[in-house]
């Protein structure tokens, strides 16, 4: 099992950014997905969730109107759409499925929101 994310860099505030993660060696179309974040000092904090077909999505209060969770269950691939990034949205980001076996996570990528 595997999960490979990638899209991170670094961007001004307003930008946009599009993460990408790249699921293996589990059935992805069946698995709920989430993005996490973690900046420096702080806690791994729940950003957005998909279910397995796309047809529900959560987000953080904090992301809500900015950012866009998605999925392509033939690519077996979740994304998640950044825009009007803010400083305060600067972690390193993590890709997230939650099995019977337990939890996988990617190995995550930086994003950093500076001018």
């Known amino acids: 099992v595997q999960l490979v994310e990638s899209g991170g860099g670094l961007v001004q505030p307003g930008g946009s950014l599009r993460l990408s993660c790249a699921a293996s060696?589990?059935?992805?179309?069946?698995?709920?997905m989430n993005w996490y974040r973690q900046a420096p000092g702080k806690e791994r904090d729940l950003v957005a969730t998909?279910?397995?077909?796309?047809?529900?999505?959560v987000y953080a209060d904090s992301v809500k109107g900015r950012f866009t969770i998605s999925r392509d269950n033939a690519k077996n691939t979740v994304y998640l759409q950044m825009n009007s990034l803010k400083p305060e949205d600067t972690a390193v980001y993590y890709c997230?499925?939650?099995?019977?076996?337990?939890?996988?996570w990617g190995q995550g990528t930086q994003v950093t929101v500076s001018s």
């Open positions: 997230n499925v939650v099995r019977r076996v337990g939890s996988v």
């Open positions: 060696g589990f059935t992805f179309s069946s698995y709920v």
């Open positions: 998909i279910g397995s077909t796309g047809a529900y999505t």
